[in-house]
């Protein structure tokens, strides 16, 4: 007896959905590349509940005849092709003929159907897979196709879909994606009666970047056109500054097809080396034209992912094409002050340190070490002022002119050799407070109990600190690296990971009471963000104000930070927040403290001193006092180390002392 059988034409169908329809944004995807195919001008999309209860997409283009309606719902029914030879030169978005039939078997579906303006259409009634309704019905020139149900028969697929918002997060990143690749037609995208997308379709493609990713997005995108004998490149790309957390604002566009593909985008972040920090992705839209012949889309179920005949060719030449165009460009970043005002918190004293020099020291500056200090200050970051003087060292200056580099501090933890002073001035005023006027090779001790009970404010609240040896500072190699040894050996330091270090500790306990230094903005902070984006962000506006910022929705994809915590690094309060609603986003679940962790990391790395920074001796010896003094100084918050040491005997053998 035979055990193999040939499947009827209804679980066949079922089996196609499987690879064809794996979710809704799939059915909007389909439906809108036969829009496209058909020559529409003008696409509507209406989704209800993230596209299970219902999707309709309604367009202008050809048509269909009457005797097509019902010929279009069997499996390889197609009119993109006829003949074998067509498979190699595909120039329409659809062309297997599988989507309608593999829609129709896991939904409800009804489609209204005119080739003319004749006022007389089809309509076609399918329910999961068999027909209930065909017959004339008056409608305009176009196709209005409404999917209801999806997946109503098939409980197994429905069971494993996701929520509303990541279905809708799908569905929209399609229509953003269609929009960008067809500029010249007009696509509007509505979700329970909001509208999420709407493009003007003039062929302006700035324009619809614009309408996805915001003004200021557009207005920081640079043009690119090149072209060889095979391939031709058209589209933007963002400047450095313009960068995202993922890798999902790169599109990449062939033929007038989004596609994924690993080796263009490598390219693409080969083009920006150098010019991106660390896990940041540029945003931008590269637009490929090229022969079909050279590009094969029959590869992947659901079109996604493309061959190229000449892949390495392609990659070189949009490597050293976004390379050229950059390359051409002034890519200094424009600095746009925030005026903020003090509102509610303007008798909050934001301390600034001053380094003085060892010469007016001790005429400056007359008293005792003040062992007591305010509950706030627990751990410092200090103020650094770069002077514009030829030795890069710290001098007064009376002209004001100086490069200052601010974060709050706490005075200085007084060492056993150092005669520190510190002078107590109103409290309407800054504190000048300064340092130990030792110098290069001083000793920079353990953390004793009376350090630690300074820093602290009491011996209860002293931490169990970790042993940090006792250095005397050498002097800065490349204005990056503190150099200091004591009788075991040589230590480098990396200052900017030092003071990360100090500043997320400081930072992490203001982030413990982040409300209580709340300070409103006498001009808000305005904040554009994509439609799906803007829905996303309006359920979690709470998790911000946890963090002491108040973020409120301004209407479209605008949002306005209307206060944040005075102690923001200043200048840095915008990519800060920014960062922030980044994280927000592309976090399912939200803990308290791993926000708490992620602000305190972000806030931290802002307020840092840099690399390449010239650091005075008193600067460099207090920097070391406020790491002794942290928890755990031996690594920055994001893992990399802070301090190598080379001992005695290692710098022996490489002078060959020892053999």
Sequence with gaps: M??????????????????????????????????????????????????????????????????????AFYRHATSKMSTGRDLFQIRSLGFRGEALPSIAAVSKVQLVSSSNDSGLGQIIVIEGGTLKQNEEIAAPQGTDITIKELFYNTPARLKY???????LGHISDVMYRQALAHPEIAFTFRHNGNTLLQSPGGGNLLQVIASIYGVNASKAMIPIEAENLDYRISGFIGRPELTRSNRGAMSTIVNGRYIRNQGLHQAILRAFHTLLPINRYPLGVINLEMH???????????????????????????????????????????????NIGKGRTGSIIQEQFHFNSPSTEASSNVGTPTPTRAPDQSVAAYSLRESATSNGYNTPSASGNDVQYTAQVVPPISSSGGGQKTTQQNATQSNRISTPTAGFNQVIAPVGARTSEMLYGSPEAVPELPEFPELSLIGQHHGTYLIAQNEHGLYLIDQHAAHERVNYEYYYEKFGHPTDASQELLIPITLEFTPSDSEKLKSKLQWFQNAGVILEHFGGGTFRVVSHPYWFPSGEETAIIEEMTEWVLSERVIDLSKLREK??????????????QKLTPE??????????????????????????????????????RVM
């Design 161 to 167: 879909m996701k929520t509303i918002q990541t279905e």
């Design 2 to 71: 035979a055990k193999i059988i040939v499947l009827d034409e209804h679980i066949a169908n079922q089996i196609a959905a499987g690879e064809v329809v794996e979710r809704p944004a799939s059915v909007v995807k389909e439906l809108v590349e036969n829009a496209i195919d058909a020559g529409a001008r003008k696409i509507e999309v209406i989704a209800e509940e993230g596209g299970l209860q219902s999707i309709r997409v309604t367009d202008n283009g050809s048509g269909m005849d009457p005797e097509d309606c019902e010929t």
């Design 619 to 656: 600067e460099a010896n207090t920097l070391l006092q406020r790491l002794a003094a942290c928890k755990q100084p031996y690594t920055c918050p994001h893992g990399r180390p802070i301090i190598v040491s080379f001992s005695t005997y290692d710098l022996e053998k490489l002078f060959k």
């Design 599 to 612: 602000s305190s990391i972000l806030v931290s790395c802002k307020a840092s001193i840099k690399a390449n």
């Design 292 to 338: 079909p012949s050279l590009v094969d889309v029959n590869v992947h179920p659901a079109k996604l992912e493309v061959r190229f005949s000449k892949e390495p060719e392609l990659n070189t030449f949009i490597e050293e094409s976004l390379r050229a165009v950059l390359s051409a460009q002034v890519l200094i970043p424009q600095v746009v002050k925030q």
